[in-house]
Nanobody
């Protein structure tokens, strides 16, 4: 079993930055890939970014490419999402997830989920 706890969300003005963290506990952290997804009100959950277990491969949705950076620290069992140049359309609940396998971009491919953290970007 893997437990995930996200933090770092909040209210920020357009153009600002936030850094989300996701702390994992339970199974060996370095053996799985991690992803970030988001869900805006009235919309489905969408892929944001993912990182391989080694951290050597990263993937981003086109909508956040060049603005967001995913990273992980296996010694701290934590994955991060640095979000810069935030836009009002980035407003959503952000979830981290664990996949017991290689990196993937579809939510159903992930095995464990955190409870989410709210990010609100004002215009």
């Amino acid at each position: 079993q893997v437990q995930l706890v996200e933090s770092g969300g909040g209210l920020v003005q357009a153009g600002g930055s936030l850094r989300l963290s996701c702390a994992a506990s339970g199974r060996t952290f370095s053996s799985y890939s991690m992803g970030w997804f988001r869900q805006a009100p009235g919309k489905g959950r969408e892929f944001v970014s993912a990182i391989s277990w080694s951290g050597g491969s990263t993937y981003y949705a086109d909508s956040v490419k060049g603005r967001f950076t995913i990273s992980r620290d296996n010694a701290k069992n934590t994955v991060y999402l640095q979000m810069n140049s935030l836009k009002p359309e980035d407003t959503a609940v952000y979830y981290c997830a664990v996949r017991l396998g290689s990196v993937a971009g579809l939510s159903y491919e992930y095995n464990y989920w955190g409870q989410g953290t709210q990010v609100t970007v004002s215009s």
